[in-house]
């Protein structure tokens, strides 16, 4: 097998996200697909193929590879629509990737978009579990995260305080991302705390909200992406990793995160990362609620097991912090399903590249994103300022 | 037609198309099911199946995810387990069964039988977060014989026995 082709993000497109009742879906995929290209000065004809990303059960449009066609910009070319979750937008990223470091595609469009006011969210989340095992006793994602965080807090002894910390330094972050949804400039941890309890002990302010909106990333081969961009984010590692198939199978699955241990070993070993909390400079993990930050932070070892509480009354992953996590405003405060985990990645590119804007972390070289979804399903991409090598 | 135009409104305008759309689903539940449910339904019984790891698991299933190995053999867990996880809903919530919303609070937790190394999400007899807890113990309680109609809803919900 030849050795893969070297690969950059060079440019990335978002939406305004929030309640978009003036879009429609295929509308709200083009503002990302257009702001992304024309921050390079692209056009369609330069794009070699299309990855799209989109989890079809909230609006119930099964085919949006062809009833979209037109507007993801793929007419005549290759076009691959991918479901994978909560995952999708960071599985479309990966294919954009493996797509161009096969050697098969120079410049390919990736774009994952959702419009979560147009169907019902908790209810298409229950069609993820098994009709015949899991959804007579389901509560959509809520309860779900609400139980895993139960396991996590019987193992780590993290507070409903410092979780409600992660909740405060999403929805200040957002107030400095033009495009995030939720933004909370006078948030306190006592609002957080006394915010009304969906499902014990995730307030309503410890959850993601259901947003509209899209991105857009172009990956680029080799040859092309310094010409396209000044500071290319180049792809050093790219994994992916799951867990067993029912909920119930890992019983530990927020405390102990297997398939997200699993792929960011996986890409720490291939990107050479030793330290993470000292070799990366961002980080934008996929954290539907605030007690799965925490939970994420120790399963990618910027603390130890258990330290996660610890970590953010230290301040370490706050904007100013020794590892800024997730300084757009995360899931916590924008959540188009089908785009999330890809805003993830394109943030990640973003802070690489130095066009995050207000909520730029300094001097950033090397950045890790994730995407996390469906039964703890997990992909990791690590980008770089420098070229690999 | 003026691009610029066709994209100025006042959003306060904006329309859009209400629809519902009802689909039915009848879903095989299979040999692995199929022989669990039965069990269930008519003995009262909860079956898991097992590898020659020693893995045991509940669903049952054909093959091992963590061993890969053919999970051949039966036995019998439970009814009584311990709580790996649990909640207590207070978010009203439409049953995917039923379509209707389902009463709140209510609890709802992972539950570990004994003799068994995985989970099933289930419904608990508790309403307030002071009842529930990650290690407490429960037991299944099953509906009366004659209501068994061999779904995972023929065991009501479990009890807190701690």
């Not at chain 1, 992916?240 to 070993?265: C, E, F, I, N, W």
């Not at chain 2, 036995?75 to 996880?85: D, K, R, S």
């Not at chain 2, 508790?126 to 109609?149: H, N, S």
């Amino acid at each position: 097998m030849s050795a893969p082709v070297r690969a950059a993000i060079v440019a990335t497109g978002q939406t305004d996200h929030g309640r978009r009742f003036d879009t429609s879906m295929a509308e709200i995929a083009r503002e990302a697909i257009d702001r992304c290209l024309e921050s390079r000065g692209l056009h369609l004809d330069d794009i070699d193929a299309v990855v799209a990303g989109n989890m079809e059960m909230f609006e119930g449009i099964y085919l949006v590879d062809q009833l979209f066609v037109g507007a993801l910009g793929a007419l005549g070319k290759p076009l691959y629509k991918l479901n994978t979750g909560g995952t999708v937008g960071a599985s479309t990223a990966l294919a954009c990737y493996h797509l161009v470091a096969s050697g098969r595609h120079r410049r390919v469009l990736g774009v994952g978009f959702q419009k979560q006011s147009e169907g019902s969210t908790q209810a298409a989340i229950t069609t993820v579990g098994d009709p015949i095992w899991e959804r007579a006793v389901m509560a959509g994602a809520i309860g779900n995260f609400a139980a895993m965080a139960s396991t996590y807090i019987a193992d780590s002894g993290v507070t409903p305080e410092q979780a409600a910390k992660v909740a405060v330094k999403a929805r200040r972050n957002a107030c400095l991302n033009p495009h995030a949804h939720l933004k909370m400039p006078d948030i306190t941890v006592e609002e957080v705390l006394a915010s009304e309890m969906l499902a014990y002990p995730i307030h309503r302010l410890d959850m993601c909200p259901a947003s509209d909106g899209a991105c857009a990333i172009v990956m680029a081969a080799d040859q092309e992406a310094g010409k396209l961009a000044d500071r290319p984010a180049w792809v050093h590692a790219v994994a992916t990793a799951h867990d067993q198939q029912y909920m119930g199978d890992s019983p530990k699955r927020l405390a102990v995160m297997r398939s997200l241990q699993a792929a960011s070993r996986k890409a720490y070993a291939l990107a050479g990362i030793e330290d993470p909390l000292r070799d990366f400079d961002v980080a934008e993990v996929y954290e539907p609620a605030t007690y799965a930050e925490l939970a994420m932070c120790e399963n990618l070892q910027f603390c130890a097991m258990g330290q996660g509480g610890r970590l953010i009354d230290d301040g370490v992953t706050f904007l100013d912090g020794q590892l800024p996590v997730n300084p757009s405003g995360g899931v916590l405060s924008t959540n188009p399903v089908g785009a999330t985990a890809m805003i993830r990645v394109a943030e990640a590119a973003m802070q690489v590249m130095g066009e995050a804007g207000a909520h730029q972390v300094p001097d950033v070289s090397r950045a890790l994103a994730t995407g996390y979804g469906g039964n703890a399903w997990t992909d990791v991409m690590i980008l770089s300022a420098e070229r690999p090598r | 037609m003026n691009a610029e135009a066709a994209h100025t409104f006042n959003r306060d305008q904006a329309i859009r198309i209400e629809q519902q759309i009802t689909l039915r689903y009848r879903f095989a539940a299979g040999a692995h099911a199929t022989r669990f449910f039965t069990a269930l339904r008519d003995e009262g019984k909860i079956l898991a199946t097992r590898d020659a790891a020693g893995n045991v698991m509940v669903p049952p299933r054909p093959v091992c995810g963590l061993s890969g190995l053919p999970m051949t053999e039966w036995v019998e867990v439970g009814p009584n387990g311990v709580l790996a996880g649990c909640t207590i809903v207070y978010v009203p919530f439409i049953d995917p069964m039923t379509g209707t919303q389902r009463p709140v609070p209510y609890g709802f937790g992972l539950v570990r039988f004994d003799g068994a190394d995985t989970a099933i999400y289930h419904l608990l007899d508790a309403t307030d977060p002071e009842q529930i807890g990650v290690g407490k113990r429960v037991q299944a309680v099953f509906k009366p014989p004659a209501e068994r109609t061999g779904s995972l809803a023929d065991i009501r919900h479990f009890k807190i026995l701690d």
